[in-house]
């Protein structure tokens, strides 16, 4: 089946302690991206990957980062998450030429920062 | 700067009436639009989406929308709504151009169904 698996579901911490949420796809997209949502606001673009090795920032990169070193894989790291990071996290993915923004989502991470 | 403005935060409709939610985009040139919908809970899924050529597209679960270069428009439509119809949805908005990765969303439109 295809899909954008996350992990994890949810997860809550405290501030300044690193965290890694995962993102993996199994359809061999090109196109990966990171999005956050939060009530009235819709969803904010993070960072975005066209293709191993590539990235670059969205809308609201600050305090985040994410690595592409193979096509399936797309994490997205807090190294010191704070409070106003509390969020829903969406992962989601496109096939090169699909158009973005993405056509397939992950489940979401829900995330609460202490 | 690409935007996407949706005008209505909520809006109620009787089951079986029709329903048109509206959608506005801000974008230099052509865009690629695009319509989801996300139950409580759950992620995104894609109902729909233009990139070019005929202007009224046929999407998923009996929705369509046109798109209406002359008033920036992509409103989503369905002409007889179910109560299982009831969730948020999103329009977006994104770069035609090859490399192009990056996309904005509208905030939302709540849709509630009375029986």
């Known amino acids: 089946e295809a899909q954008v698996t996350q992990n994890p579901r949810y997860l809550i911490t405290v501030t300044g302690k690193k965290l890694t949420v995962t993102c993996s796809q199994n359809?061999?997209?090109?196109?990966m991206s990171w999005y956050r949502q939060d009530p009235g606001l819709g969803l904010r673009q993070i960072y975005y990957s066209m293709n191993v090795e590539v990235t670059d920032k969205g809308d609201v990169p600050e305090g985040y980062k994410v690595s592409r070193k193979e096509k399936r894989n797309f994490p997205l790291i807090l190294e010191s998450p704070s409070p106003n990071q509390t969020s829903l996290y969406f992962c989601a993915s496109s096939p090169r030429g699909a158009g973005n923004p993405p056509l397939h989502f992950g489940n979401g991470t829900r995330l609460t920062v202490t | 700067a690409q935007s996407v403005t949706q005008p209505d935060i909520h809006i109620t409709v009787s089951e079986g009436a029709s329903l048109e939610l509206r959608c506005n985009y801000s974008y230099g040139a052509t865009p690629y639009l695009f319509w989801y919908v996300q139950s409580p809970g759950q992620g995104l899924q894609l109902l729909l989406k233009?990139?070019?050529?005929?202007?009224l597209v046929q999407g998923i679960k009996g929705f369509e929308a046109e798109f209406k270069r002359s008033q920036s428009s992509f409103n989503l439509r369905k002409p007889s709504v179910h109560w299982s119809d009831a969730a948020e949805y999103f329009c977006a908005v994104g770069a035609v151009e090859t490399n192009a990765g990056k996309s904005t969303f509208g905030d939302g439109t709540t849709l509630t169904v009375k029986p």
């Open positions: 359809m061999n997209h090109e196109y």
């Open positions: 233009y990139f070019s050529g005929d202007t």
